[in-house]
C-alpha cells in the first residue's frame, strides 16, 4: 500500500477525517505550529515543522519548497495529500512526485478559484457549489478533477455555515479517493 505524506496548515479536520479513514499516513509537514500537529501527534503520526519564515515578496519558494521535498523522501512518500497547507509550492515537489499530489477544494472546480472559494460562490448567488478533489498541478486548482459533490447554498447561509457544510462532504469524499489512490496504484504512476 502506498505511503501518504500530509501537508497541513490548519486546523487538522482533513487529517482528523484521512486518519478515521485508517490511510497509511505516514509523516504530516506543517509550515507554522497549528492543530494539525495535535491530530498528528495524538495518532502517533510523526511531525515535521518545515516553517515559513518570510512572507516577503523575496520568499525563495523554490528553496523553501525543496525542504518539503526533502522531509517527503526521508519517509519514502508515494502519494502527498494537501490539507489546507498555507504555502504554495514551486516545481520541485511535482518533479518529485508527479500526477501523485491530491488537493481539495471548497467549490466545483474550475468555478471559484482561489483562497476564498466560499466567499466567491456567496457572493455570486449560485444556488449550488461543492467540493473538488483533483490531482495538484504547479498552476493553483487545476489539474484533472479526481471526485466532486455538490453542496446546495442555502438562502441564510454566511461563509461559515456553507463552509462547514462544505467541509463535511469534503471529510467523507476525500479520503475515499486517497483510499483509491493507495490501492489501486501504490506503484508510482498516475491515477487511473
Known amino acids: 500500500m502506498g505511503r501518504i505524506g500530509v501537508l ?4 487538522g479536520t482533513n487529517l482528523r477525517a484521512m486518519l478515521d479513514a ?16 495535535e491530530v498528528a501527534g495524538h495518532a502517533g503520526v510523526p511531525v515535521e515543522l518545515v516553517e515559513r519564515t518570510s ?4 520568499f525563495d519558494r523554490v ?25 504554495i509550492l514551486a516545481k520541485p515537489i511535482h518533479d518529485a512526485h508527479p500526477n501523485r499530489i491530491v488537493n481539495t477544494h471548497p467549490a466545483l472546480l474550475p ?7 466560499v466567499d ?6 449560485v444556488k449550488v457549489t461543492g467540493c473538488t478533489v483533483h490531482l495538484a498541478m504547479l498552476e ?9 459533490e455538490e453542496v446546495p447554498v442555502l438562502e441564510d447561509d454566511t461563509v461559515e455555515t456553507l463552509h462547514e457544510r462544505i ?9 475515499e479517493v486517497l483510499h483509491r489512490l493507495v490501492t489501486t496504484d501504490s506503484g508510482g504512476g498516475a491515477p487511473h
Open 8 to 11: 497541513a496548515s490548519g486546523g
Open 22 to 37: 485508517d490511510l497509511p499516513i505516514v509523516v504530516v509537514v506543517v509550515d507554522r505550529a497549528c492543530g494539525a500537529t
Open 55 to 58: 512572507f516577503a515578496a523575496d
Open 63 to 87: 528553496a523553501y519548497t525543496n525542504e518539503v521535498v526533502d522531509v517527503l523522501a526521508r519517509y519514502d512518500v508515494d502519494l502527498v495529500a494537501m490539507a489546507g497547507f498555507g504555502t
Open 111 to 117: 468555478a471559484f478559484k482561489g483562497w476564498h472559494a
Open 120 to 125: 466567491d460562490a456567496l457572493a455570486a448567488g
Open 140 to 148: 493553483v486548482d487545476e489539474g484533472p478533477i479526481l471526485a466532486q
Open 167 to 175: 467541509k463535511a462532504v469534503e471529510h467523507r469524499i476525500y479520503p
